[in-house]
C-alpha cells in the first residue's frame, strides 16, 4: 500500500511539472508572436487600362525600435513607378504600424507580374506576395470611326514674331554706341578758363591778363621778376597776335626800332610819347628780370596801367580791316571750322572702326576666326543649326526624326519593274539651296509582306544612284547602327567627291545610309554634306541621335 501511494504522488508530480511546461512554452510564443513584425500588402485593382494607375499598399507591424526600409525607384518593373507616397504611422501602446502606398502605371497592353518587393527591418530581410497585373488596351471602334491618311504638308510663311526683339536689340546698340561717340567725341564739351581765354581777341585777352596781374599777390610776396616778367608776356604777345610783330622774340630796342619803323610808315598810328614811354617800362623789366633791381611798388603799379594805355592806344592806331580782309578773315573761320568738323568725322570713324576691330579681335579669340567668319557673314548650314528645328514622323511605316527644315513629301510614280516587289513608296527630302547638305527618308513596304529587305542591294543602288549624279572616288564602310530605344540598324557611311546640284564642280563631301526593316518593309535615312562643314556634320549628328523607328508592322 505504501507503494502504490509513492507511485500516485510520484505521478501527479510529473503532471503539474509537464502542464508548468507547456504553460511555459505557450506564454514564451504568444511573447514572441507578439515581438516578432509581420509584414502584409495590397492593391487596390488588378485590372487597368492603358496609362492608369494602381495604388500598391504594404503594411509592416513592429516594435516601436524597428528600424524599416522600404523600397525605394524602380523596383516594380514591368509596372513603372509613378510616385511613392509619404509613410503613414500610427502608433498602439508599444507597436507601430506603417503604411506605405505607391502609385504604378504602365504604358501597354498585357498581363504583368508585379514581383516581390524587400523590406528590410532591423537588417532582417523579409518580401511581400507577388501579384498578377492586367493592363488592357484602349478599344478603338475601325467600323464607325473612319481611318483618314496622312495629310500633304502644307507650307506656311515662316513666322517673324520675334523680329522686333532683333531690332529692339540692333537699336539700344547703335544708341549706346551713338551716345559714347556723341559724348567723348562730337559733343561741344564745355569750356575752361584757359580755353574761354584763348578764344577771346588778342585785345580783349592783354586787358582781361592785365586786370589778373593787378589782383595778383606778386608784389605783396616781393616777386618782381615774376611780376615784370608777366607784364612784358602780355604786352609781347598782344603785339604779336594784333600788330603782327615779331616781339616775343626780339630784344627791346630790336621790338622799339620796329614799332618806330611802322609808326614812319603810317601802318601803326602812335605818338613818340608812348614809344618813349613803352621803352622805359621794357627797360626797367630788363633791370629786374637781369640785374635783381627792385623798384617801388607804386612804380611797378604805375607800369602796369601805362602797359594797359599802351596796349589801348595801340589798338586803337590799328587802321581799320578792309572788306577784303573781312572776307578773307570769314572764310579763316568758315574752313577752320570745316576742318574741326572734318576732325570729329574722322575720330568718329577711327573710334567705330576700333571698337569693332576690338570686337572682332575678341570675338576671334574666343570663339575662333571660323565661327567669327560664319557669324558676321553668314553660314547656310550654320543657320540651319542654329534656327528652329522641327521633330516630325515620315511615311509608314513611320521615321521619327529632328530635323533644321521639314521634310517634303516627293511625288513620283514606281517604274513597272518596281511594282512587283514595291507595294508603296514614300519619300520626303530636303536639300539645302547653297551646298551639298541633303536629307531624304524613304518607307517601302514590299508587295509580299513576308519578304524580308535585301540591304544590300539598297546600298548598291545608293553607290549607283551617287554615281550616276557625277560622283567618283566613293569610299564605303558599314556598321551596326542602334537607336535610342534599342532598335538595331544598318549604318553605311563614306566620303567621296560629288557633284553639286546645277555644277559641274566636284567637291569632297560624305554621306550616311541608315537602313531599318523587317518581314514586308524597309526604313531608310540618306544624309550628305560637305566635307569641310563642321556646322553639317553637328546637324547630322544630332538627327542621327534622334532618329526613331517604328517596326511594328
Known sequence: MIVKTYALRVTSDTLRKRVFLLLLLCFAFVGY???????????DTTFIKIGEQIIWTVTVDVDTTANVIFPEGQTFSPLETVESFKTDTTRKKDRLLLEKSYALT????GSYKLPKQFIDINGQGFYTD??????ATVAVDTINQKMYDIKDLISVEKSHSGWW???????LALAVLGGLLYWFVLRKKPLTEEEKEALLAPYDRALLELKKLENSKYLIQDEYKKYYSELTDIVRSYLEEDVHVSALESTTDQLIDKLELMTDSGELELDKDTISQFKRILQTADLVKFAKSKPETSVAEQDRKSIEQIVVKTHDALPEPTEEELMQQAEY????????QKKRIVIAAVSLAGFLLISAVAATAYYGFQYTKDTIFGHPTKALLEGEWVRSSYGYPPIILETPQVLVRQEFKLPPEA???????????????????TIASSSTTLANPEQEPEFEQSIEAGIKQFEQKGAKNIITKQEEFTT????????????????VPESDELVRGKYTFIMFGGKGFQQQVILSWLEDDTYAQEIVDRILTSLEVKTDV
Not at 511594282?419 to 551646298?435: V, W
Request: hydrophobic residues 40%.
Open 419 to 437: 511594282q512587283a516587289n514595291i507595294k508603296e513608296l514614300q519619300m520626303f527630302t530636303y536639300r539645302s539651296s547653297e551646298g551639298l547638305f
Open 33 to 43: 508572436a507578439q515581438t516578432s513584425p509581420t509584414v502584409t500588402s495590397e492593391v
Open 333 to 340: 573761320l568758315e574752313e577752320l571750322e570745316r576742318k574741326k
Open 130 to 135: 507577388s501579384l498578377r497585373i492586367d493592363v
Open 484 to 499: 535610342i530605344s534599342g532598335v538595331s540598324g544598318i549604318k553605311v557611311f563614306g566620303s567621296g567627291k560629288f557633284a
Open 106 to 109: 504602365q504604358f501597354d497592353s
Open 165 to 171: 526683339k532683333i531690332v529692339l536689340g540692333v537699336l
